[in-house]
């Protein structure tokens, strides 16, 4: 089956420093990939949507500065958190779809941000 | 008011019991997905509906498209279905996430 990898699925960082989160899909071209972000004991909140080689479309509410995505393939998609307070520490989540547009979504295994 | 709807929210059943969960939503939809994770925070997508009834092994979903209603059902529960499941709903270019259920069953 189509397999979604997310590196780092752990990270701790420091404020004011900027973490970077893979999303590569392994076997499959993803024209369409998603961020989410889930707080404890609630629901997958999507944060953007990536499309391959162009500018990811953001949510209402999620700021495209502090939260950078990158596209540039058909296989792999940055999050770039920059500039990390405590109140980013989240657990992020990709996922991941080929085309036509109402294919499987596929997720990766999530990164688990601490910022001390 | 959230477009995904679901319910129950927590949910414990004995080993073996027969299990429904409900997702409603309010927008109009391309596809509904339903979606697992279990503790360690991973996620698999179980099916993805547009119509009608699915079925893998012991889980079977369903879809009513006028009355906007999706179920998954769980035959013959088992400890290592203990996990949260999430309805989706695919709308235009947008998705909705309903909160999930947890759902714990215990042997």
């Known amino acids: 089956g189509a397999v979604v990898s997310q590196h780092p699925s752990w990270v701790i960082c420091k404020s004011g420093t900027s973490v970077k989160i893979e999303c590569r899909s392994l076997?499959?071209?993803?024209?369409?990939m998603f961020w989410y972000r889930q707080f404890p004991k609630q629901s997958l909140m999507l944060m953007a949507t990536?499309?391959?080689?162009?500018?990811?479309?953001?949510e209402q509410g999620v700021e495209k500065d502090k939260f950078l995505i990158n596209h540039a393939s058909l296989t792999l998609s940055t999050l770039t958190v920059t500039s990390a307070h405590p109140e980013d520490s989240s657990f992020y989540i990709c996922s991941a779809t080929r085309t036509p547009y109402n294919s499987p979504l596929h997720f990766g295994n999530g990164t688990r941000l601490t910022v001390t | 008011k959230n477009e995904v709807e679901q319910s129950p929210q927590n949910l414990t059943a004995q080993e073996g019991e027969f299990i429904t969960i409900n997702c409603s939503y309010s927008v109009g939809i391309s596809a509904l997905h339903w979606l697992q994770q279990h503790p360690g925070g991973g996620i698999v997508s179980l099916f993805m509906l547009s119509s009608g009834k699915k079925k893998h092994g012991r889980l079977i979903a369903t879809i009513n498209i006028q009355e906007k209603h999706s179920s998954l059902h769980i035959t013959a529960s088992h400890p290592r279905d203990s996990a949260v499941y999430i309805c989706?709903?695919?709308?235009?270019?947008?998705?909705?996430f309903g909160t999930g259920t947890s759902l714990t069953v215990i042997p």
């Open positions: 989706a709903v695919k709308g235009g270019i947008q998705f909705y």
């Open positions: 076997d499959f071209q993803a024209t369409t």
């Open positions: 990536s499309n391959e080689g162009s500018k990811a479309t953001y």
